[in-house]
């Protein structure tokens, strides 16, 4: 058995990342606190861009750029609870030169407890609006829904 | 000098709240993670209902109930980094019998670098909306900014 | 492939939990946060008790109680940076009535990272020292290093 | 009155910094997670620097260097609750050339809930351990409780 980090697997163009929730995940109302649901749906797109062979890591560390979330929208519909097994569904809606946005949700069984529409900004070292790698529009095109109609996520 | 908590205070119906920001906030990239922001804006909103006398705490403890997120629209305009003093703006812009809606911003100097349309929906001890007590619906509709002429933001 | 949560495994008496450094976990001085170190050492625990057959969403349910960190004592030897491969690594040192006492390191490649000597107390509903479940005591018992000649690490 | 971020005030040697408990500090089981007081001791340390004349934003940011936690020794003695009210309590107890340590306690009241003993590194932008700035060993000596009679604590 090998001790390699999770790092969730893809069916067709969704990807799925499975989670515990800890006790650091929840407040004293008994659930996961709200902000908490932002850390598990960055976790999840910084996994899915990693399986799709996009290096976040080294794009930074070579002053290409960094991903900032630019806009969020979310609703939160049903409480996680202290130990639920939880699985964020992700798939990329669209992609422009200089964003990306991905649409994701928590799920506990097949119930959809929270969901987020989330608009990410490529920038540069200085902070600015900047085009990503050529290579990467083109994994993000091959990740859309519409991308392979054999790609369909299974539910 | 007394050492009571901060809390922040109002201007006619605007509740301003001065933050720094600290190592905990920030993170590699070098500005503030985008997840932390929503922390900055339950303080403020915490800290808004306390200075207009809501007791939260108490609703808890004596069985009537918790607020919980239900919906947040936001938007990341600037980053923030390490040691910036914000402010955070917020003020009530609706009140339903089991929610609340609040509009908050994160400013630093006069520059808007977040903003968040928040739905807070009132919530019973089993989790399901339930209404508001009545005298927090009389402080709601008093901070609405329609509410008194005088009392509007002083910008 | 099934979407179960990673809780790690066990190599003889020694709990075994990867984990990959997301943007959360860091702050802009480039390097994890001290204080997201606990997190990681509690996701560990917290699966170590798992896998090993100890409920504690049960026994918080049930009334039984809950764990409290009550003492820490912490090393941070070295940095880890973003998109590090972490594991960490647990092993029970010491089981009284109504606490426990685990090593845990974080480590990269075979790297001592940062280390801490947890002791956890069980407490009752009301937050008293409770004595913990006699199955529990005889798991800890199973746990410990000594406990078992051909259950040593294995480094 | 000013929107200035509240930064806690010396009393003799000792820094006090008042904080509220909020949502995102509690977890599940009522109280404050333990690793939250880690982040309420940075933000005591942090103000305590800067009140002192201590300002390590400048100091990253020119290329001196950043103060990582090296170690902590942590007693969690009572828990803290959602919307207390607490009191940080910092006091220098020695300075070595490229290190500080540092006591600290969390109170309700006159009530000690969680204590640790800091010892903090400076660092080099590369991560080396280097000598803190001249003029900062001289606040530190200052600040130490043994360094003026009359300096010592209120309690």
Redesign the interface.
């Known amino acids: 058995?090998t001790?390699?980090?999770?790092?969730g697997?893809f069916v067709g163009p969704e990807h799925?990342f499975?989670?515990?929730v800890?006790?650091?995940d929840?407040?004293?109302?008994?659930?996961v606190?709200?902000?908490?649901y932002?850390?598990y749906f960055?976790?999840a797109r910084?996994?899915m861009l990693r399986v799709a062979g996009i290096d976040?890591?080294a794009a930074?560390a070579n002053g290409t750029g960094?991903y900032?979330?630019?806009?969020?929208?979310?609703?939160?519909r049903s409480?996680a609870?202290?130990?639920d097994?939880?699985?964020i569904r992700s798939h990329v809606t669209d992609v422009r030169a200089a964003s990306c946005h991905i649409a994701q949700g928590v799920y506990r069984d097949d119930v959809l407890l929270c969901e987020a529409m989330v608009t990410a900004a490529f920038l540069s070292p200085s902070?600015r609006p900047t085009r990503q790698p050529k290579d990467w529009l083109a994994i993000y095109k091959a990740l859309m829904p519409g991308a392979d109609p054999k790609g369909r996520p299974v539910t």
């Open positions: 058995m001790d390699a980090p999770y790092h697997h799925r499975a989670l515990r800890y006790f650091e929840t407040d004293f109302s008994g659930v606190y709200h902000a908490n932002l850390r960055e976790r910084s996994d976040q890591a930074h960094v900032a979330v630019a806009a969020m929208d979310l609703k939160f409480p609870h202290f130990d097994a939880l699985l902070g």
